[in-house]
């Protein structure tokens, strides 16, 4: 059975709600990687050198990242081979499949949270400024309230002007309580009190926010620190997750803020936001093969419910909805 009839069966079993944001939220993705990809395939007659070296650049393209594509590119050649694949369009499905086992190998797939029940669950939420944190944290808040989860928010950034007021805006939104000091404040004891706060009304989460200035890194590091250490202190074991929010659109510029954050704090998962704003969707890709950081959560649009939880089989769907849906 070819992959795309498998990949048909798996999605019709998911939620149709997810299955079309994924799909919507790759249409400019969809319109530039497989538009291309597709091309190739129809306009070659044979899998030759030539072939190889035209995929590889639509890959590079789509911000698949380098050394992803050589790994891919390595695999494919195999298992043409192995396979015995003559045709170009056969090659389209190996791509396919290949792509959702990039994702899915195995290595530490899960995008499931670290949240436990009975117990106070703090997520970090990181990232610099612009990127997307504060809708993220109100799409968060949104998910665990429809969940039936009790939420409190932290406004932890002290240092841009109006971030404390435009997380209440997502708490009045979300019906989340907002736990805050003035602008200006040490963030470290707006966690104190944050988490004192979600203590005593028994939440389930504790989701903070935290500055993102890049300007001046060092301070940033260390703000994050502290205030990692003051929850820690207060909490055995949390933070819970340190999510690191990048912006799709940003491309190779997200990779290296992962890097930076990753070297300086134990980043536990990535919401890759504005997914639905980039033609170049391969991003996820390459964070998840050059950082081995899992993409938890994906941006598929403004609205409060765009939020995904990232799932390889709905990004490959996305990708090739149409190629899917004929399957
Ligand atoms: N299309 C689209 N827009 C998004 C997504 N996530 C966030 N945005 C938009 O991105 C813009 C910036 O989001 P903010 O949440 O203000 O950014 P921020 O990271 O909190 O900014 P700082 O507080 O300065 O760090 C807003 O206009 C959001 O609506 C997404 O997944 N898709």
């Known amino acids: 059975m070819s992959f795309f009839k498998k990949l048909k069966e798996s999605i019709t079993k998911q939620s149709d709600t997810v299955s079309n944001k994924f799909k919507d939220g790759l249409t400019k993705t969809r319109s530039n990687f497989s538009t291309r990809v597709n091309e190739l395939v129809s ?160 939440a389930d989460i504790l989701i903070c926010d935290t500055a993102g200035r890049l300007q001046n890194k060092v301070n940033l590091m260390n703000e994050l620190e502290k205030v990692k250490r003051v929850i820690e202190r207060e909490i055995p074991g949390a933070p819970h997750e340190v999510l690191l929010v990048l912006d799709a659109t940003t491309g190779q510029n997200a990779m290296s803020q992962a890097k930076q954050f990753s070297q300086s704090t134990n980043v536990t998962g990535i919401v890759l936001t ?13 964070i998840r093969n050059e950082l081995e950081i899992p993409v938890k959560f994906v941006g598929l649009g403004e609205k409060i419910d765009d939020l995904q939880e990232f799932n390889a089989q709905q990004y490959v769907y996305g990708l090739f909805a149409d190629l899917v849906e004929e399957a």
């Open 43 to 202: 306009r070659f007659r044979k899998v030759d050198e030539e072939f190889f070296e035209e995929l590889e650049e639509i890959l590079i393209g789509a911000d698949v990242g380098v050394a992803t594509v050589m790994d891919l590119i390595e695999e494919l050649k195999t298992e043409v081979k192995v396979r015995n694949i003559q045709d170009p369009l056969e090659v389209r499905d190996v791509i396919s499949e290949k792509l959702v086992e990039i994702y899915d190998d195995g290595k530490e797939s899960s995008t499931a949270l670290n949240i436990k029940e009975n117990q106070l669950n703090v997520i970090l939420v990181v990232g610099v400024n612009g990127v997307g944190k504060t809708t993220t944290i109100g799409k968060l808040a949104n998910k665990f309230k429809n969940e039936g989860k009790s939420v409190v928010l932290a406004a932890g950034d002290t240092f841009r002007a109006g971030a404390i007021e435009q997380l209440e805006v997502w708490g009045q939104r979300t019906g989340t309580a907002v736990i805050k000091q003035s602008a200006g404040s040490d963030p470290a004891a707006v966690m104190f009190d944050a988490v004192q706060a979600a203590k005593a009304r028994k």
């Open 274 to 286: 504005k997914l639905d704003g980039t033609a170049k969707g391969g991003i996820v890709l390459a």
